[in-house]
């Protein structure tokens, strides 16, 4: 209650302050939320991959043709959707300020994304549900990405704080020492690392996405 009253003085003393403080305050409230939002993305479509032979034994328990059909819609466009979206909403923490504002975990969530994107360039490329060798390499690179990032979040992000007496023991305080906002030097070699692998990753993925859109049927001569 003193801290609302307080700050709605502020407010009428110096809105300029007082609005500045609160768009960095509403700022840093989204970039985290959209941070936990791409984790719980790649979980999503993790899991329903893992899923996949569920879904072939349930949808064949359709009796309607139309049911099935738009039963497997949905479960295509959450299960490779939520990955693409986990991709796009990484890619916008490969950012030195970004990584000064909020504690990401470094090198873990950056490296996380960069596997993600590998993955769905494989994903993209060959059909993993005709290929055995094509498929155990997706999946490699898709767990290895929930790893990097399962991990990077519950150990440095969402670390032991401080306060607690097994928070200040030298594992935890080594694990909260690799949070981009407090290891400056360490999140900039993984902006250096990553935004390179990042921008090939972004082309392959665009060269054989256009290859998928560009195909065209063969013409048909005429007898």
């Not at 466009?77 to 916008?92: I, N």
């Not at 969402?158 to 200040?168: F, K, L, N, S």
């Not at 392959?204 to 007898?223: H, I, N, Q, Y």
Request: hydrophobic residues 60%; contains cysteine.
């Amino acid at each position: 209650m003193r801290s609302f009253a307080l700050a709605a003085a502020l407010g009428c003393l110096l809105p300029g302050v007082v609005h500045a403080a609160t768009y960095k305050d509403l700022e840093l409230w989204t970039l985290i939320t959209l941070a936990d939002l791409s984790l719980v993305l790649l979980v999503i479509g993790f899991v329903l991959h893992l899923a996949q032979a569920y879904y072939d034994r349930t949808l064949a328990d359709f009796r309607l043709r139309l049911s099935g059909e738009n039963w497997g819609l949905v479960f295509l466009a959450v299960r490779d959707g939520s990955l693409f979206l986990a991709f796009a909403l990484g890619l916008l923490f490969i950012n030195p300020d970004i990584m000064a504002d909020i504690k990401l975990a470094v090198p873990f969530m950056p490296l996380g994304t960069v596997l993600l994107g590998w993955a769905l360039v494989v994903k993209l490329a060959a059909d993993i549900r005709e290929n055995g060798r094509v498929a155990a390499l997706f999946l490699a690179l898709l767990s290895g990405a929930l790893l990097l990032q399962f991990f990077g979040y519950t150990f440095v992000m969402e670390a032991a704080p401080d306060e607690w007496p097994v928070g200040q023991t030298g594992f935890w305080v080594a694990l909260r020492g690799m949070r981009s906002n407090a290891n400056p030097d360490l999140a900039m070699v993984t902006f250096y690392v990553c935004f390179p692998l990042l921008l090939v990753t972004l082309a392959a993925l665009f060269v054989v996405g256009s290859r998928r859109l560009v195909r065209t049927e063969p013409v048909r001569r005429k007898p």
